[in-house]
């Protein structure tokens, strides 16, 4: 059962604003299927996402992954009620290659089409089976494009309360670990050599404006790991490399956790959600764990898969919003 203000209808989504292929089968809040696609290996020796790379990796996975994906709900066209799709935020030709086949589907089928916003997407994760969460509630995005504070009053939209005024979270992260030559994708890089260092070795900046902001700033942080690692000789950043990236792991977690806190601080918000890519941080699900439990609010925490890109999100997105029918959605022109 999906729960109220959400729709029953089940949905193909497709997901391609980035580095990963996805498609999804959901019907009302139930995953039927979710077939994620990465392509970290194809642009790991680069240091980051090539996006030119990415959108060519993308027209060549997109077919087999719909396909598995309606393979593994064993379902068959004759079952999909929508076609739901990434419209943007993301690298556009990756975003155009997702758009254009959800098209393409969906109108040689006649279904109707629902565009979705990706961060209304990493929200509605947190709608999905088991233990749907309903709104009201607070949620903190942080992933590579993004990070910031939604307040969700009702499923099919957000208030931005806070949002990053220069780098997003999992872009610190990613250039921290480029920086500490622990590859990519950085958080989990980071996360993994934080395992064997000390978070006090170093003390690294946390940005808290004393106008009770709730806005985000991680540069300064990635400048002063920059320092840092300069002052060093080859081995002796290879002697503290874990104490590096323990140290960072928890400013930019710090950083994450502070804000979090002072948004709670109005008392407006009955329960905490996460969703993006660092929201499967192992010390950010801990800390953000410890900080629900002392003020007794509930913490809706999804599965790591349902943290970094995926399509069942989108999936879940769309359910909360208004299809458009065949042929309208042919005339889209603006993707981002
Ligand atoms: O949501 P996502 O998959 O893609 C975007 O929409 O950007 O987030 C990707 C980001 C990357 O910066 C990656 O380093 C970070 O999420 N990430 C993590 C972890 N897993 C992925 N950061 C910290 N700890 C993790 N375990
Ligand atoms: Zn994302």
Redesign the pocket.
């Known amino acids: 059962m999906a729960s109220a203000g959400l729709a029953e209808r089940t949905v193909l989504a497709i997901e391609t604003s ?1 580095d990963d292929t996805c498609a999804a089968v959901v019907s009302g809040a139930r995953i039927r299927s979710n077939v994620i696609s990465s392509q970290a290996k194809a642009h790991e020796r680069y240091g980051g996402v090539v996006p030119e790379v990415a959108s060519r990796h993308h027209v060549q996975l997109i077919n087999p992954v719909v396909r598995a994906a309606l393979e593994q709900a064993g379902t068959g066209w004759d079952d999909i009620d929508a076609v739901a799709v990434t419209r943007g935020p993301g690298l556009i030709g990756a975003l155009l290659v997702g758009v254009s086949s959800a098209k393409a589907l969906a109108g040689a089928r006649r279904l109707p089409m629902i565009g979705v916003d ?1 961060l209304h997407g ?1 929200v509605a994760a947190n709608f999905l089976e088991p233990e749907p969460l309903d709104p009201p509630f607070l949620c903190l995005i942080a ?3 993004h990070t910031l504070l939604a307040g969700v009053r009702e499923h099919g939209s957000f208030e931005v309360l806070g949002q990053t005024l220069d780098d997003a979270a ?2 610190a ?2 250039k921290g670990a480029r920086l500490l030559g622990l590859g990519y ?4 890089a980071i ?1 993994r050599a934080a395992e064997q260092g000390d978070p006090e070795a170093f003390r690294f900046p946390v940005a808290m404006s004393r106008d009770g902001s709730l806005d985000f700033s991680f540069s300064g942080l990635k400048t002063a790991l920059l320092y840092a690692t300069r002052e060093l000789s080859d081995e002796e950043l290879e002697a503290r490399r874990a104490d590096l990236a323990a140290s960072y792991q928890a400013a930019v977690v710090g950083q994450l956790v502070a804000k979090l806190e002072r948004a709670l601080k109005t008392g407006e918000w009955p329960a905490v959600a996460l969703g ?3 929201a ?2 192992a010390l950010l699900r801990e800390r953000v764990g410890a900080l629900c439990a002392e003020r007794g609010l509930p913490l809706k925490l999804v599965p790591l898969e349902l943290c ?2 995926n399509a069942a999100m989108i999936a879940a997105a769309a359910q909360a919003s208004e299809p458009t029918p065949y042929p309208g959605y042919l005339d889209w022109d603006a993707w981002v």
């Open positions: 980035c990706h990493h992933s590579g494009g999992g872009e992260l990613d994708p950085g958080g989990p996360q993006g890519g660092v499967a941080n970094t890109d």
